[in-house]
């Protein structure tokens, strides 16, 4: 590591509770931001946690040119995932470590820091904190709904951190007005769109994608990739495919899932079941290509309020429509011209991969006008508005 790399005044101290191995969308978005920022010439710290939801290791001490990750051991059992309908409990769980990292760390490292920016409501926390004692600009990202009560506690701590931040980033016009609705001034929160590398995600050959994942060229496939976790609609998912798996159609209907989580014993019993189930568990994110050009669409069937899933930005990207939750930032971007979106039930999951199915030239149409617009919407100039905010 060239040190002089962080002697600079664009040294940005990155805080958040997920950072891979772990996957997820929060997790490709930070590692896309680090990529294109030392790109302009910024160098990033990152102070986060070992994978709390699910087996993965990092390293320690993980160094490379431009960035340095810290990854602080933790008590796993599944707690975040069990506190999460309990903001007080995962706050009291997940801040203590992480501030006296982060606290340490600027005891040593405050005169290389320019800005701290935490992703999330515990890490901006911390890092308002640690931008009062130490005199930083502070930045806090956020990626969910969170749904803030209209008073008390909680009303009254989010609008304190916000508040507190020189500027907050939301995912979604939602996810703004919420911050807006506690109090904040309007022209401190602004909202920014995840991007992906286009050069990466991208039509390619159906029909080369199927021969390299070892599917039937003729298949309709549904594809999930995400967390598996309740939240993400994976019960939902499996009953429907339940529903499916006598269904004698041309072409056969097959639901290929990737991800990781609780849920994860789960699918794979229902897929040594049934044979309309392929479960893939963990694939690398450069590997995902193949898998949405195989697909005919993307299920996100979240039950819980998305800030936005990056799995959509990617597959649209690759010219692949979308069946998804009409909650969250999610309605936001997604029209009827490029998916659908439903209230999550597995019958309305059935019943919409089938209107799909039995519409081909529909089909066509949507997968044409997903490429078109995740050309517009989705490029890496949308990583503009976070460095403008970094300077």
């Known amino acids: 590591m060239n040190k002089q790399s962080f002697s600079t005044n664009k040294n940005i101290l990155i805080l958040t509770t997920p950072f891979r191995p772990n996957i997820g969308g929060v997790e490709t978005h930070l590692d896309d931001l680090i990529e294109a920022g030392i790109k302009r010439g910024f160098n990033f710290f990152v102070l986060t946690y070992q994978p709390l939801v699910t087996k993965a290791q ?4 993980e160094i490379e040119k431009g960035f340095k990750v810290y990854r602080l051991p933790w008590l796993r059992m599944n707690l975040f ?15 203590p470590p992480l501030f006296l990292l982060g606290l340490i760390f600027m005891l040593f490292n405050q005169n290389k820091i320019k800005v701290i920016h935490a992703q999330g409501l515990v890490a901006g926390a911390i890092g308002v904190i640690l931008g009062k004692i130490f005199g930083k600009k502070v930045i806090i990202s956020t990626h969910s709904i969170y749904n803030f009560p209209k008073k008390g506690m909680y009303f009254n701590f989010a609008k304190f951190l916000f508040g507190s931040s020189n500027k907050v980033l939301c995912l979604s016009h939602q996810s703004k007005q919420e911050v807006v609705d506690l109090g904040i001034e309007p022209s401190k929160v602004e909202v920014f769109t995840y991007w992906v590398d286009q050069e990466i995600f991208h039509p390619f050959s159906k029909k080369e994608s199927r021969k390299k994942i070892g599917e039937n060229e003729e298949s309709f496939i549904c594809l ?15 009953e429907s495919a339940d529903f499916l798996k006598d269904k004698m159609s041309k072409p056969s209907l097959k639901f290929i899932i990737i991800g990781d989580g609780p849920f994860a014993s789960l699918v794979d019993e229902a897929s040594k079941r049934q044979t309309n189930i392929r479960f893939e568990g963990k694939v690398n994110n450069n590997e995902l290509t ?13 039950t819980h309020e998305e800030g936005y899933g990056r799995v959509i930005l990617e597959a649209l990207s690759c010219g692949i429509p979308i069946i998804a939750t009409n909650r969250g930032g999610v309605k936001e ?23 799909l199915l039995n519409n081909p030239k529909k089909l ?4 044409d006008e997903a490429y078109v617009y995740a050309k517009i ?3 890496k100039k949308n990583c503009q508005i976070i460095f403008r905010n970094y300077e």
């Open 224 to 238: 999930f990739i995400g967390r598996l976790v309740k939240g993400k609609g994976i019960p939902e998912l499996l």
């Open 81 to 95: 995932l069990i506190l999460e309908k309990y903001p007080s409990l995962e706050f009291i769980y997940l801040f």
């Open 377 to 379: 919407h989705f490029n």
């Open 364 to 367: 066509k149409s949507m997968s």
């Open 290 to 302: 193949k898998y949405y050009n195989a697909a005919n669409v993307l299920l996100v069937p979240s």
């Open 333 to 355: 971007y997604i029209n009827r011209e490029i998916g659908i979106l439903i209230d999550i039930t597995a019958q309305n999951i059935k019943d919409s991969l089938l209107l």
């Open 58 to 61: 990092g390293k320690t001490i």
